[in-house]
T-cell receptor, first 115, second 116 residues
């Protein structure tokens, strides 16, 4: 059973507000990820991290930022929310290894609506 | 570059019928392949994975997939559909070489409907 948590599960917020989506995992995984998923669409990687103090941009450009101060915590922040940010955001983690496959474990997601 | 193509955005089957969800990949390095399932308003759950061991991979809930290098395919099958199989299914590829190793590239997904 994967132990990766996201809060809040649902968020409705007004334009211009600053928001932080929380993601935590208790598996001690080095690598963590943030994906953006529009309804009925595929997942797009927006950020990832190899470990503490490491953050990288993903394939899809995003106005959000991330930080990795602790291994288990990988929050995503939007400084000024806009309606175009309305989407589902999924967090995942995996073990970092030079061998074998990186099996990613996903959180339940945060559905963000910006009005 | 790596990519995944899932044929059919929506597949509908009758309960008890064969489920076949198609996935083709493109990869310049040996791939690792995954099938994930997503139920409404939930995250993704791993169904099965191919990691260069056996080409026929068995997963949870009676699903299996066969890696065919010559066809660059990794189709997902289940002999008999159940109502609880109705969900969105995503095929994904990753690799262990070079930059961004371990990052998943997802297909667009296939929504499976099961009719009683």
């Amino acid at each position: 059973e994967a132990d990766i948590y996201q809060t809040p599960r649902y968020l409705v917020i007004g334009t211009g507000k600053k928001i932080t989506l929380e993601c935590s995992q208790t598996m001690g995984h080095d690598k963590m990820y943030w994906y953006q998923q529009d309804p009925g669409m595929e997942l797009h990687l927006i950020h990832y991290s190899y470990g503490v103090n490491s953050t990288e941009k993903g394939d899809l450009s995003s106005e959000s930022t991330v930080s990795r101060i602790r291994t288990e915590h990988f929050p995503l922040t939007l400084e000024s929310a806009r309606p175009s940010h309305t989407s589902q955001y999924l967090c995942a983690s995996s073990e970092f290894s030079g061998q074998g496959a990186y099996e990613q474990y996903f959180g339940p997601g945060t559905r963000l609506t910006v009005t | 570059a790596q990519s995944v193509t899932q044929l059919g955005s929506h597949v509908s089957v009758s309960e008890g019928a064969l489920v076949l969800l198609r996935c083709n990949y493109s990869s310049s390095v040996p791939p690792y392949l995954f099938w994930y399932v997503q139920y409404p308003n939930q995250g993704l759950q791993l169904l099965l994975k191919y990691t260069s061991a056996a080409t026929l991979v068995k997963g949870i809930n009676g699903f299996e997939a066969e890696f065919k290098k010559s066809e660059t395919s990794f189709h997902l099958t289940k002999p008999s559909a159940h109502m609880s199989d109705a969900a969105e299914y995503f095929c994904a590829v990753t690799w262990n070489y070079g930059g961004s190793q371990g990052n998943l590239i997802f297909g667009k997904g296939t929504k499976l409907s099961v009719k009683p």
